[in-house]
């Protein structure tokens, strides 16, 4: 492996390479935080596809790629002298010092959920730092990530069921409420039902350890394979989709069941 020398050496190159793309390319002239904003979140999904897909390689080029974002705000901030890279790294070294007492301190904590706990505490003792426990959620994240990252926080402080077995009955009940309301036919109180079951089923996902995110994209990809391979065969025997019956395409279905195995 390379060393620490290395690390920083190739680290400097890449930040002279930044500032000169910034000088002398137009399209790098031309961006602002907005106009990379999107750019990032982008190559944030285009890295989570490459660790679904355990491609080490496609990893650590997805990694250059948002590490170049992370260094392109940084030289913006540099030019317009509200912050550079030092302050990105500083802050970031002090952040993980403190919110490490049991590392760097002489707090003692011998299990990942009293650090999360620890941590939490910090954050809302930091100054300038997050007010409430959830004021740390981004309201920008999908809702399937955001409805996880707030049941994290609350359970953070204790908020939490006894058992996890007793979400069971939570989902159960989640399950009987939409039930009344489908039969009324209320589309906003159907809306509102099923989303509280799926909150309660993401709950479930998080008590045993499940991250539902991952959960469902392999679904997502499960289903496609299959999907995929129904279509083709139909087109391999000369037949169309549209015309065909369910029970002809669950046949297929089935088929492509088998090739999982």
Known sequence: MHTINDKLNEFKRLLEIMSELRTKCPWDKEQTFESLR???????????????????????KELGDLLLHIV??????????????YDVCKGLCEKLIYRHPHIFADVTATD???VMQNWETLKLKEKGGNKTVLAGVPTSLPA?????RIQDKVRSVGFDWDER???????????????????????????AEFGDLLFSLINAARLYNINPENALERTNQKFTKRFNYLESKTITQGKDLKSMSLDEMNV???EAKKLDK
Do not use: C, P
């Not at 999107?38 to 650590?60: G, H, V």
């Open 72 to 85: 392109f705000y940084a030289e913006m901030g540099n030019e317009t002298q509200d912050f550079d890279i």
């Open 144 to 148: 399937l990530i955001k409805a996880h």
């Open 112 to 114: 990942s959920l009293t």
């Open 38 to 60: 999107t750019l990032t979140i982008e190559e944030t999904y285009e890295l989570a596809d490459a660790i679904m897909q355990a491609d080490k390689n496609e990893i650590r």
């Open 252 to 254: 297929l279905w089935e």
């Open 165 to 191: 077995t007793q979400v069971w009955d939570k989902v159960q009940e989640e399950i009987e409420e939409l039930k009344v309301e489908i039969e009324k036919m209320d589309a906003n109180k159907m809306e």
